[in-house]
């Protein structure tokens, strides 16, 4: 988007594309209007997918070549001899506008010795009442395959096998003899990399179709099975990243329990790397499992575990839990007697309540969750599992909790990062973090956050941007830290590692955490960049209608930036409504701060009725639910009163208000509100 320069944009056969791309491709495919480019995707008409429904698309039928055109085809491939005359006439009405077949039909009558001679100077040699064509191209194609000698046709069924792409020294692992200047003098093939080691694909998809279809059954099978066994033993190092590809061949070779075994692991390695790929591998050994003969038995048991995954990582691609999926998987651990699984898909379930913007359910749920963990009496599950309930408990300002559960994450974890790492990356470097705001302004916090962005750093990618949210996100715009050098490094780091994943919702939270992060700095230009950046996550929050509890912060900053540039009365309506957003949703972790900017930017206003505003703003904020001790609170109520004793004329008790204030500020060490309090008179 970012980009200026007009660019074209061409996906050609989409009807032979894979899901992941499919998705990836689509999703590009929406902000194109926003963008001086052209984007040209070419399909087929029985194709139906989602890159033939894209909004505001401008559709274009291609019709059949007419006669006219298809003559002209044709006779520019004969040439203009006399003999060929009868022929170009049979061509052209056998290929009924369709170009290719055109072509084929040309190509066998030449294997065939009906013409002689080279393109655009051919010589026919026989009567063309003589000379007879396949009915279809498919079967053209058939025929040409079956006149190849036989390594030659070998390597083609071999090549089918492995794909689109193929090279030759795979196809001597597989045992096959490549004969390859056969294929590509006849356009069955063509070289793409004239290197030491040269890479082929197939001239066009549907002659790779035709050769894998033609196969028998059981030798295509065979194929596929040497192949998955070769992938394996080339590299093993590389078998987890290699998973997915091993898992399709010995699923088309007929091995469902074997394929079943490598989709679970191809999803298990793209958890972390790209979730969409991950689903989907899930989804394939679900589908597996699901028709497994109903004696066999571990049918339960392979049922239940891609459906656990499918749930608990649902959240991260805006997909709800709650419904028939979740409903589905109880019934079958219910009847398997697997808590485990039900508890993974559980957490799933209140991480969805959280991203949903419903923080009230979403901690009532953890409360059950982890009731029903501690059940189950495995550490790597409590481990693996607590996060969620952790999240929602922290958004709800339930501090005890907090550091209940993270502490016992932290020691029974046992100082492993990835242990229990299936659902949210290192829950130890999380449980850190988490710890770290529950403890703010005790002893021990700061230490706390900076070994859960070490460890984080040091665990996988994705780990350490969720660490950094997590980190950070409540911690700036609380007060209790300031976005120093240092800290704007580490989430300019998050974000740039958000941005090479397939997890929109990091990326959004990233973004999230940067702009708010950049709204707090000193310079003009950072706090526009910032503003940028939070219009931007604010319009995908709204559009994808997830993301809801980080809705109302990004609001209220976008907000007060709106109102820095001199557009109080828009800004405050918008703080007005994030700040109740966040009061009903029961979300109290960054309602201080919220409120903050809310009651300031009354009192600057200072408007009929806007102070008696910001005081109900205080009283409420004085009011709500949250633990005692939560300090956060506390600190932004000694900064309130003072605003408004100022504003009411109270000289006597704003200075007792800001001097409390100040000493609160430094005790706690906060550095943000130290800041705060220090810059008032």
């Known amino acids: 988007m970012a980009r200026e320069t007009p660019a074209v944009y061409v996906v050609e056969d989409a009807h032979w594309i894979d899901e992941v791309s499919e998705s990836m491709l689509a999703e590009f495919l929406t902000v194109i209007p926003q963008t001086p480019s ?19 698309a401008h ?25 060929v005359g009868g022929v170009v006439t049979m061509i052209a009405e056998k290929a009924a506008g369709n170009p290719f077949f055109a072509e ?106 035709v050769a894998y279809e033609s196969q028998l059954k059981s030798d295509r099978a065979e194929l596929h099975r040497r192949l998955a066994a070769v992938i394996e033993a080339r590299d093993p190092a590389a078998a987890d990243e290699n998973a997915a590809l091993i898992a399709e061949h010995l699923e088309a070779a007929g091995d ?59 959240y991260r691609v805006q997909v709800n839990v709650a419904g028939d999926r979740f409903d589905e998987l109880r019934q079958l651990c219910t009847a398997a007697g697997d808590k485990a699984s039900l508890a993974i898909a559980m957490a799933g379930q209140v991480i969805d309540h959280v991203y949903q913007g419903r923080i009230s359910e979403a901690s009532q749920l953890a409360s059950e969750a982890m009731t029903l963990i501690e059940s ?28 209940r559960w993270s502490q016992r994450v932290i020691d029974v974890a046992d100082g492993d990062p990835m242990r229990g790492n299936f659902l949210f990356g290192s829950p130890l470097a999380l449980a850190f973090a ?59 780091d998050a974000l740039r590692i958000a941005e090479r994943s397939g997890d929109d919702l990091a990326l959004a939270q990233a973004r999230m955490t940067l702009g708010v992060a950049l709204a707090h700095r000193h310079t003009a230009a950072e706090r526009d960049r910032g503003q940028k950046l939070l219009a931007e996550v604010s319009d995908v929050l709204v559009r994808r209608g997830y993301g809801l509890s980080e809705l109302p912060i990004v609001d209220v900053y976008l907000a007060r930036e709106r109102a820095r540039g001199g557009d109080r009365d828009d800004a405050i309506s918008l703080m007005r409504a994030a700040v109740d957003d966040l009061f009903r949703q029961g979300q109290l972790l960054g309602f201080g701060g919220a409120t903050g900017v809310l009651v300031e930017t009354l009192l600057d206003r200072g408007g009929d009725g806007d102070v008696a505003e910001a005081e109900a703003a205080i009283e409420r904020l004085a009011a709500a639910p949250a633990d005692d001790g939560l300090v956060i609170h506390d600190i932004w109520l000694l900064r309130l009163r003072a605003l408004l004793a100022r504003a009411h004329g109270d000289d006597t008790a704003y200075r007792d208000y800001r001097d409390r204030y100040r000493d609160m500020a430094r005790s706690l060490g906060f550095e943000g509100h130290i800041a705060w309090a220090e810059a008032m008179p």
């Open 38 to 56: 052209l984007v040209l995707v070419t399909y087929r008409p029985e194709y139906r997918g989602a890159l033939s429904r894209v909004p505001g």
């Open 59 to 83: 559709t274009v039928a291609l019709a059949p070549l007419s006669d006219s055109e298809t003559t002209a085809l044709v006779s520019e491939l004969l040439g203009s001899d006399p003999s």
């Open 104 to 209: 084929e039909i040309v190509r066998d009558l030449a294997e065939r010795g009906v013409l002689l001679g080279e393109t655009g100077a051919y010589i026919a040699t026989a009567d063309v009442a003589e000379v007879s064509v396949p009915a279809t191209l498919q079967a053209t194609i058939a025929a040409r395959i079956d006149r190849l000698d036989p390594n030659a046709k070998r390597t083609l069924s071999a090549a089918a096998v492995i794909g689109s792409k193929f090279s030759p020294d795979l196809l001597e692992t597989l045992g096959i003899d490549p004969a390859l200047e056969d294929l590509v003098g006849g356009e069955l093939i063509d070289q793409i990399r004239f290197t030491r080691q040269p890479e082929y694909v197939f001239h066009h998809p549907l002659i790779r179709m």
């Open 256 to 314: 469902g329990h074997a394929a079943y075994g490598w989709h679970m692991r191809a999803a298990t390695w793209a958890t972390n790397r790209d979730i969409a790929a991950a689903r989907l591998s899930w989804e394939r050994a679900q589908k597996i499992a699901d028709a497994l003969p109903a004696d066999d038995p571990n049918r339960a048991a392979m049922r239940i575990a891609p459906r656990t995954m499918l749930c608990g990582t649902a």
């Open 376 to 403: 189950v009496s495995d550490p790597t599950l409590t481990v693996g599992l607590s996060f969620a309930a952790i999240r929602a408990k922290a958004m709800s300002g339930e501090r005890r909790d907090v550091l």
């Open 434 to 492: 988490t710890r770290a705001s529950a403890r703010y302004g005790r002893l021990g916090w700061r230490d706390d956050l900076q070994q859960a962005l070490a460890m984080g750093r040091s665990a996988e990618p994705m780990s350490y941007v969720r660490v950094v949210i997590v980190a950070y996100s409540p911690a700036i715009p609380s007060g209790v830290m300031r976005p120093d050098d240092s800290a704007m490094h580490e989430i300019e």
